[in-house]
């Protein structure tokens, strides 16, 4: 299951929880891997220094998926794509980023936090946690920031200053030396990830198997006004790698369920049409069985996740909505 450490922080594996000693920290330090930004950065952060090993190992961990996430941002929305899908995959990280933002306001809201404790020189339990929560929401901050500032132009979304990220996102003034300010440091050389010609995912829109008189069609399954959200979302499955290329499931762990929760989410967010309907016989109702053929035809041997939808569809509905709660992906679905 793909892991958030954005939300994993404030829910999953909280800084509270976390009882190593700073002798555990010290070692766990020397496991870090320097990470590089792809390119010169709009926004830093000026922050207290940390003195801990505690404080030093969760700096390290939120810096490393900070550069992890800017990077991505740049590699899929600085790449050749139509206009329509990057404007999808914009809006996929402003909601994502927007919830980080939220999320973080409510964790200190409901935990009391007292950010002004991050800045004092006292060490313990409460002291840790705010300074570690406060670096965390920085980061956040500096994220939404730096997706705005580069890759506005590809959504109406409304745009925010950094003081105004404090008082709509954290109903609070800014402080008086803003944490997240401009770059103020060298440029730093544009490296971008290769992209093979011959791994280009192009959606199809409609059939493209051999038709098959148990499989409903593309036109006939898949509600008319969803069809370019739904070829929008079959990118996706093919950057997470549940399909390849040419449209044919991926056999890796994990995968089967994903692709069952992606069609439960389908379902419940009604990509598909309802009843079909006959000239000389009553309509009849789609029911899953009709679903699960259509995507086992159409993404090829492996992929039947019959099993898994029926079970997420029912006795397991929980484990289905905690899998969609760990996958920004699966729960942006509208």
Known sequence: ???????????????????????????????????????????????????????????????????KNFNQINDILDANSTADHLSFLYDNAHRKFLNYLTQI????????????LSLKPIQNDKSDEAYIISFLKANAMMLFMELQERFSELSDAEIYTIEELHEVFFNEEPPQELIVKSYSGAEIKTVRK???QSSIFNAIQGDFREENSEVLSYNVLIEKTKQRQFSQLEETLNEKGIIDDKYNYIKKR?????????????????????????????????????????????????????????????????????????????????
């Open 254 to 334: 994990g995968n089967k369920k994903l692709l069952a929760a992606f069609m439960v989410k389908l379902t419940e967010t009604k990509y598909f049409t309802e009843r079909l309907f006959f000239d000389n016989k009553p309509p009849k109702k789609i029911v899953p069985k009709h679903i699960h053929k259509f995507f086992a035809h159409r993404y090829g041997p492996g992929s039947d996740a019959n099993k898994e939808y029926r079970n997420f569809l029912g006795a397991e509905k929980r484990a289905y909505q905690k899998l969609v709660e760990a996958n920004f992906w699966l729960d942006q679905i509208k």
């Open 1 to 67: 299951m793909a892991k958030d450490l954005f939300i994993d922080l404030l829910y999953v594996e909280k800084v509270t929880d976390d009882k190593r000693t700073e002798n555990q920290f010290k070692e766990l330090l020397k496991g870090f891997k320097k990470q590089y930004l792809n390119t010169t950065p709009k926004y830093e952060i000026d922050f207290k220094k940390a003195y801990s090993n505690k404080r030093k190992y969760y700096l390290k961990l939120i810096e490393t998926e900070y550069i």
């Open 105 to 116: 306001k409510k964790y200190i809201s409901d935990n009391v936090i007292d950010e002004s």
């Open 194 to 196: 290769p992209i093979k």
